[in-house]
Nanobody, 116 residues
Framework: QVTIVESGGGVVQPGGSLRLSCAAS????????IGWYRQAPGKQREVVAL????????GEADFAKGRFTISGDNVKKMVYLQMNNLKVEDTADYYC?????????WGRGTQVTVSS
């Protein structure tokens, strides 16, 4: 059974930083894509950044470039999202998603609020 658990959200002032963590279990030793999505109030869920189990980038939103860094540890089955220079518009629920064999597994999300 695949389990995805996010952590690290919180409240931060504009210009601040947060590091989100995602722990995946039950994956097995297979190829997968894992990464972060976000959903702001009243908006659709959107991709933030994705990597594959080999550590290669699979996608990154324009808003993330230069501010957010995704990284992963395939041994520990962890993926991280370092977010710097946060803006009010980054306020959203952030979700970790793992894709394997054509199926997607989602965590429950962690809330990020950027506010002065």
């Amino acid at each position: 059974q695949v389990t995805i658990v996010e952590s690290g959200g919180g409240v931060v002032q504009p210009g601040g930083s947060l590091r989100l963590s995602c722990a995946a279990s039950g994956i097995g030793d297979v190829w997968y894509i894992i990464g972060w999505y976000r959903q702001a109030p009243g908006k659709q869920r959107e991709v933030v950044a994705l990597i594959n189990s080999g550590g290669g980038m699979e996608g990154e939103a324009d808003f993330a470039k230069g501010r957010f860094t995704i990284s992963g540890d395939n041994v520990k089955k962890m993926v991280y999202l370092q977010m710097n220079n946060l803006k009010v518009e980054d306020t959203a629920d952030y979700y970790c998603c793992l894709s394997r064999f054509g199926e997607d597994y989602w965590g429950r999300g962690t809330q990020v609020t950027v506010s002065s």
